[in-house]
C-alpha cells in the first residue's frame, strides 16, 4: 500500500510563516505530480501548489508570492512552504501524489490532513 504522511501544522499569527511537510512511502514505483490542497471552513477543497517530478511548479493566485512548495525525489518527500500568513489561509491541507504503485491500480493518492490556524 502507500501512504502519505504530513506534518508541520498548528497555530501562527498573521504574518507568521509555517512549513509543511508530506512524506510517501510504501509500495512506490514512481510518483509524477505531489501537491497541496485546502479546504477552508464552508469551502471546497482547492489547489494550493501543485510540483511535478521535473520540477515544474503551479500555484494558486491567493498564494503566489507566499508559498513555495518543493520536493525531495530522493526521500518521496514535498514541502510547502507558507510566509506571511493570513487569516484566510486557515485550512486542512492535505497533501496530494499522482504515483504509480507496485500494489495497486490506484495512482491518486491523499494525506489525512494538517490543520492549519492562523490567529492572533
Known amino acids: 500500500q502507500v501512504q502519505l504522511v504530513e506534518s508541520g501544522g498548528g497555530l501562527v499569527q498573521p504574518g507568521g510563516s509555517l512549513r509543511l511537510s508530506c512524506a510517501a512511502s510504501?509500495?512506490?514505483?514512481?510518483?509524477?505530480?505531489m501537491a497541496w490542497y485546502r479546504q477552508r471552513p464552508g469551502k471546497q477543497r482547492e489547489l494550493v501548489a501543485a510540483?511535478?517530478?521535473?520540477?515544474?511548479?503551479n500555484y494558486a493566485d491567493s498564494v503566489t508570492g507566499r508559498f513555495a512548495i518543493s520536493r525531495d525525489n530522493a526521500k518521496n518527500t514535498v514541502y510547502l512552504q507558507m510566509n506571511s500568513l493570513e487569516p484566510e489561509d486557515t485550512a486542512v491541507y492535505y497533501c496530494?501524489?499522482?504515483?504509480?504503485?507496485?500494489?495497486?491500480?490506484?495512482?491518486?493518492?491523499w494525506g489525512q490532513g494538517t490543520q492549519v490556524t492562523v490567529s492572533s
Open positions: 496530494n501524489a499522482i504515483l504509480l504503485s507496485t500494489a495497486t491500480p490506484s495512482v491518486d493518492f
Open positions: 510504501g509500495n512506490i514505483y514512481s510518483i509524477h505530480t
Open positions: 510540483v511535478t517530478s521535473g520540477g515544474t511548479t
